[in-house]
């Protein structure tokens, strides 16, 4: 038995039920952030890169799509979890805000192929959750949304920004931080001047903080 047969059986042995699902999210995160080829996710290419056959996804995911929305939700995850600031960063509001925007456009900028996916128009994820709610926190991507309305409010609250609303001050900043990685991805040959620079002007615009 050759090396990659053993591991195959070992990982297919070890897969199962909560964790076979774990495997199959995480072979597709992988899939689709190395390939960036929408063509290429497909069932059998989840189901090689997960070591297992593709009809074994089928108690876990009805269709590509659905696995598609997973790894939306895995993706959004770990922007959540790279964003949350230390707990010594947070004595200092401004420095913080800042900070987490640059771990924003770090990530953005780190997984180009992953963050295209997580606003992408078509998903279905868009249409089946949240898509009309106001209660941002039942949507996809709460917990990232909810460290940048964090920082923001800690900023008003030390009187650091006249901003009255939280949440518009997020929805600009987070606006802004979307624009600069997307354009910048797009349009690389662009003169642009310094990221942080552009990023620091404007944020303190967006979230309205005192100069």
């Not at 004595?91 to 900028?109: E, I």
């Amino acid at each position: 038995m050759t090396e990659a047969e053993t591991r195959s059986r070992q990982r297919n042995k070890r897969g199962q039920g909560a964790q076979l699902r774990d495997d199959i999210v995480h072979a597709a995160t992988t899939l689709l952030e190395e390939t960036g080829d929408e063509d290429a996710f497909t069932l059998r290419a989840v189901a090689r890169a997960a070591g297992i056959t593709a009809p074994a996804i089928y108690p876990h995911f009805a269709d590509r799509d659905e696995i598609k929305l997973a790894v939306v939700q895995r993706t959004f995850s770990m922007l959540a979890e790279v964003l949350r600031p230390a707990p010594a960063d947070r004595g200092q509001p401004v420095a913080t805000l800042y900070a987490v925007c640059r771990a924003y456009l770090d990530f953005a900028a780190g997984h180009p192929n992953l963050y295209r996916v997580l606003f992408e128009r078509h998903r279905r994820a868009a249409v089946e959750v949240g898509a009309t709610s106001e209660d941002v926190t039942t949507m996809i991507g709460a917990d990232a949304y909810g460290v940048l309305l964090g920082v923001i409010r800690a900023c008003v609250e030390a009187g650091d920004s006249a901003e009255t609303s939280v949440q518009a001050a997020a929805v600009r900043v987070w606006i802004s931080l979307h624009g600069m990685a997307t354009l910048r991805a797009s349009l690389p040959w662009f003169p642009w001047p310094p990221r942080d620079t552009l990023m620091e002007e404007l944020v303190q615009r967006a979230a309205d903080l005192r100069t």
